[in-house]
């Protein structure tokens, strides 16, 4: 069974930082693309960053420069570094996991009052 939990969220002042994990289970970590998504209250979820398998990455223009996904294969879990939050930064965070299927997480939630 897949498993994707996310953590590290919370409340944080604008201007501060949050470093999120996802532990991922019961699939060949190393080889699955990773990605972390975001949705705020009444609008679409989006892409905020994506890695590949061979450590590429790209993210979303709202976030370039501030924030920065990375992997640990050994560690099966992706993070991401979220510097100089903005309160439009507030969502719900989400782990994804692709390759042949498709795995998400159930979220975490980050909130950054101004």
Request: aromatic fraction near 10%.
């Amino acid at each position: 069974q897949v498993q994707l939990v996310e953590s590290g969220g919370g409340l944080v002042q604008a201007g501060g930082s949050l470093r999120l994990s996802c532990a991922a289970s019961g699939i060949i970590f190393s080889i699955n693309n990773m990605a972390w998504y975001r949705q705020a209250p009444g609008k679409q979820r989006e892409l905020v960053a994506r890695i590949t398998s061979a450590g590429s990455t790209n993210y979303a223009d709202s976030v370039k420069g501030r924030f920065t996904i990375s992997r640990d294969n050994a560690k099966n879990t992706v993070y991401l570094e979220m510097n100089n939050l903005k309160p439009e930064d507030t969502a719900v965070y989400y782990c994804n996991a692709f390759r042949r299927e498709s795995y998400w997480g159930k979220g975490t939630l980050v909130t950054v009052s101004s």
